[in-house]
């Protein structure tokens, strides 16, 4: 009854939700939040101020209009002055603005794959609470039914009432975990939408990530190799450490923003070289010399002015870019250790969350399966206590969400190596 009227909420609430008309895969979810994602977009809309940088790094000194008059004398002028930048100026600010442009490049591409990793994060959790709610369900159908046969024993005489109780709390736990699954199930779903930016009720049906294997709800038909072992179609995978850190190491957006970094300090030395090189003013235009006389006089004047570079050699700016270029050289130095840290431990929690659930399919699934059949039939027939088949069904339990949080634990490493290496396996 309990489990009819959960169902039935859960019918009427998901269907009361916006859902995707489709499965959605990891890939899709993936290229949805980069689509979406407002955090990614406040991240891209650097490039924005980035190119007005570049455009007012590129503007030409507006010219100047003079004037000047002489009351004594009679004589005015009026006339254009200009700066002429010498130097290569306009051409090194340009450099120096498109350098801190690729900056932002390579802190958008981080961006992306920080969302990347999130977003797998995100999927399997909820892939997780799904398949644990199957899971539950799974297990509390069996409780009932060892729930029922204790009744049905207990009525004809052949156990006590003792073993009823047992078995009433097994099922009454079952509920329990079940209804306190919903809610984690609603949260990772909320996760989720928020990383893709939909509305928090809308209804994702996942399908099951790549190198995520499924779960085993039944016992499989035993296929034995001719050393009597379980055949089962599991793949080690193989990925050579050296390589996956050259990998790292020429993808990783941190590094690339750290080469950016470095060429916009040497532009930066560059303009601020070039700013020791004054700048040429130039003036022309008419001198009026309004004489005694009726008649006036129209001449042409030209000047020109350059600054002396005595005070100012703009020894702060140059020895900022060279500082800069020390710091960035020497966080490189770190960086590249930090990335050769990350790939190996990634590395080496991936292979060992593999291993985990490789054993989990291979030697502990099937175990506890046909532990519980044994157990559940030898109480049947009257030869165990009801504690063997609930022990058995707790242990059934913990292997079957252990093998769970194992494959969930194996795709976190995944997007942890993913991570670490900069790029998709």
């Known amino acids: 009854m309990f489990t009819r009227l959960l169902s039935t909420v859960l019918i009427i609430y998901f269907l009361a939700s916006p859902a995707f008309a489709e499965s959605l895969t990891l890939e899709e979810a993936i290229g949805i939040a980069i689509q979406n994602n407002p955090q990614l977009k406040a991240v891209q809309a650097k490039l924005g101020i980035s190119e ?74 909820l892939y997780l609470a799904q398949e644990r709610e199957k899971a539950y369900e799974e297990i509390l159908q069996n409780t009932e039914k060892l729930l029922d046969i204790t ?40 996760h989720l939408n928020t990383l893709l930016n939909q509305p928090l009720e809308t209804t994702l049906t996942l399908t099951t990530p790549s190198t995520f294997p499924q779960v085993i709800t039944e016992v499989p038909s035993p296929e034995k190799t001719e050393t009597g072992a379980l055949k089962v179609a599991v793949q080690k995978t193989d990925f050579n450490l050296d390589r996956l850190i050259e990998v790292a190491l020429q993808n990783r957006p941190e590094m690339q923003q750290n080469q950016n970094a470095q060429d916009a300090a040497r532009q930066k030395l560059a303009l601020a070289k070039a700013n020791r090189i004054p700048n040429l003013s130039l003036s022309s235009g008419a001198d009026i010399v309004i004489p005694g006389g009726n008649e006036n006089q129209y001449n042409m004047f030209f000047a020109t002015s350059v600054g002396i570079p005595i005070f100012n050699r703009q020894q702060g700016p140059i020895q900022r870019a060279l500082a800069e270029q020390v710091q960035l050289q020497q966080a490189q130095s770190a960086l590249k250790n930090q990335i050769t840290l990350e790939v190996t431990n990634a590395y080496n929690a991936f292979f060992a969350h593999q291993d985990r659930v490789m054993r989990y399919e291979t030697e502990l699934f099937p175990k506890a399966q046909e532990i519980v059949e044994k157990s559940r039939r030898s109480f049947e027939e009257g030869k165990s206590s009801i504690l063997i088949p609930l022990n058995a069904q707790q242990a059934y339990i913990d292997t079957r969400l252990g093998y769970l949080q194992a494959m969930v634990d194996m795709q976190d490493a995944i997007s942890d190596l993913e991570r670490a290496i900069g790029t998709g396996l």
């Open 151 to 190: 009744q049905k024993r207990e009525q004809a005489g052949d156990i006590a009432k003792l073993d009823v109780l047992q078995a009433d709390i097994t099922v009454a736990n079952a509920k329990n975990d079940l209804q306190t699954l919903i809610s984690q199930l609603v949260s990772a779903r909320n």
């Open 52 to 125: 007005a940088e570049v455009k007012t790094a590129a503007a030409r000194p507006n010219p100047n209009l003079v004037s000047n008059g002489g009351v004594a004398q009679d004589t005015y002028q009026a006339g254009i002055e200009q700066t002429i930048e010498l130097g290569g100026k306009r051409r090194k600010r340009v450099a120096v603005a498109r350098a801190q442009q690729a900056v932002v490049h390579s802190e958008i591409a981080e961006a992306i794959l920080n969302l990347r990793a999130d977003v797998r994060r995100a999927y399997t959790q």
